[in-house]
């Protein structure tokens, strides 16, 4: 391998740095980096040469796990770009979506059977997507990486919101 462990994610999948992306190509590549860094394939030099083979799979796992989700790609992202998401501490969202926002944690509570919470899960699953096509266009088309990071924490709050009905769902099931 040329590369560094310290090279990018796109560079060790040799992938174009933009967040639209083509899932079966980082497959495909994963299994190829996977398959050339096998510390088996290093057992005949030894030791260290496995070691340094061993660090190269996790640095491909890890590499791998960030391309195929979307939002920790656009978080990476954005971080590549200058502008980290910092969620812990930069909270700033859009009027829209902190009505939004109560607005869904309002439906949740008031949620009382199966119909409505499906309901409300295509209604999120609505936002996702809309909000999956703005970070696309805003990293990749408009280079805005501080606009795509505040993209991310909506998306941040709409996969945790996701999880609030999945355990609503479950709950209603008991």
């Not at 501490?89 to 008031?110: K, V």
């Not at 295509?122 to 703005?134: A, G, K």
Request: with cysteine; proline share 3%; glycine share 6%.
């Amino acid at each position: 391998m040329n590369l560094h462990l310290q090279s990018s994610d796109f560079e060790l999948f040799g992938l174009p740095q933009r967040f639209a992306q083509d899932g079966a190509a980082i497959d495909a590549r994963w299994k190829e980096l996977q398959r050339e860094a096998h510390p088996d394939r290093f057992a005949a030099q030894g030791a260290a040469a496995q070691r340094v083979a061993m660090q190269w799979s996790v640095r491909i796992n890890e590499a791998y796990r960030r391309l195929k989700d979307p939002q920790q790609r656009a978080a990476y992202l954005c971080e590549l770009r200058g502008a980290p998401i910092d969620a812990e501490n930069n909270t700033a969202m859009p009027t829209r979506f902190l009505i939004e926002q109560m607005e869904w944690r309002e439906a949740l509570e008031e949620a009382g059977d199966e119909a409505a919470l499906g309901a409300l899960e295509d209604q999120l699953r609505q936002s996702r997507q809309q909000v999956l096509q703005d970070i696309e266009r805003l990293l990749d088309r408009e280079n805005d990486p501080a606009g795509a990071a505040q993209q991310v924490r909506a998306l941040m709050f709409i996969e945790r919101f996701g999880r609030d009905i999945e355990d609503r769902l479950e709950h209603l099931g008991q």
